[in-house]
């Protein structure tokens, strides 16, 4: 088995940073590259899951507008897990953040939700003054 796990939550004033951290973990986890897609999620009250980032294995990213300039994510191949950098926090960023990793390598990232393999429980994030 192959566990996603997320770190790294808490509560921030608007304008504050956090850094979210997943880790894989398990019977199931390789030594080898075991994600060719891994990406962070997140989910407001009352809201749909949306895309915040991804990142391939071969180091190409994308972001939501939202967070576009404000957050970065990277991803360690060696290590298989992947980092959020969230800077200049915004009350519109308070959720449940979850990292989720797809085996397979795609032409494109942009895959939808249904194409990753494994997710986490998910890390509360809030934003508040």
């Known amino acids: 088995q192959v566990q996603l796990v997320e770190s790294g939550g808490g509560l921030v004033q608007p304008g504050g940073s956090l850094t979210l951290s997943c880790v894989t973990s398990g019977s199931g986890v390789s030594s080898g590259v075991m994600f060719g897609v891994m990406a962070w999620y997140r989910q407001a009250p009352g809201k749909q899951r949306e895309l915040v980032a991804r990142?391939?294995?071969?180091?190409?990213?994308n972001y939501a507008d939202s967070v576009e300039g404000r957050f970065t994510i990277s991803m360690d191949n060696r290590k298989n897990t992947a980092t959020l950098q969230m800077d200049n926090l915004q009350l519109g960023d308070t959720a449940v953040y979850y990292c989720?990793?797809?085996?397979?390598?795609?032409?494109?990232?942009?895959?939808?939700?249904?194409?990753?393999?494994?997710w986490g429980q998910g890390t509360q994030v809030t934003v508040s003054s």
């Open positions: 989720a990793g797809s085996r397979r390598r795609y032409p494109s990232l942009r895959i939808p939700a249904s194409a990753y393999d494994y």
């Open positions: 990142i391939s294995s071969g180091g190409t990213k």
